[in-house]
């Protein structure tokens, strides 16, 4: 049997996450960002195993950090025989990552608020016919 050390995420980290979590950020992408801001790198199985999410959890919040490119993918083969491992690490500041929620919601609520100024432009160029 091997031993292994896993950092395991505490209780100022978990207030972390429900800040990002109120920013936006989904459980498991909030959850994966601090967890990975506090390592170098990992792979999926130790992000799995540290943070608690199941491997359909990590690998869809990797996918969105991805499509973000706030992370860096290597590959690193592993002894024997089998695939290569992924090994995952931070790239993008976590400032960056908050601001882009910060700006989707913002751009989310500006959409409605536009449809009112309008309405109200609109209504002020309208006269009112008087009713009979």
């Given at each position: 049997m091997k031993d292994y050390e896993v950092k395991v995420l505490d209780e100022k980290d978990h207030l972390f996450i429900e800040t990002?979590?109120?920013r936006?950020?989904?459980r498991n992408v909030a959850t994966?960002?601090?967890?990975?801001?506090?390592?170098?790198?990992?792979?999926?199985?130790?992000?799995?195993?540290?943070?608690?999410?199941?491997?359909?959890?990590?690998?869809?919040?990797?996918?969105?950090?991805?499509?973000n490119s706030w992370i860096r993918v290597r590959s690193e083969k592993k002894p024997g025989k089998g695939r290569p491992?992924?090994?995952y690490s931070l790239i993008t500041p976590?400032?960056?990552?908050?601001?882009?929620?910060?700006?989707?919601?913002?751009?989310?609520?500006?959409?409605?608020?536009?449809?009112?100024?309008?309405?109200?432009v609109m209504?002020?160029?309208?006269p009112l016919t008087p009713s009979k």
């Open positions: 990002l979590k109120n936006g950020i989904s994966i960002v601090t967890y990975l801001m506090n390592v170098d790198e990992k792979s999926s199985h130790e992000i799995e195993i540290s943070t608690g999410l199941r491997q359909p959890e990590v690998s869809l919040a990797i996918r969105l950090m991805r499509n491992m992924n090994i976590i400032d960056e990552i908050k601001s882009y929620y910060e700006n989707k919601i913002y751009n989310k609520c500006r959409g409605p608020t536009s449809v009112i100024t309008n309405l109200k209504s002020k160029k309208v």
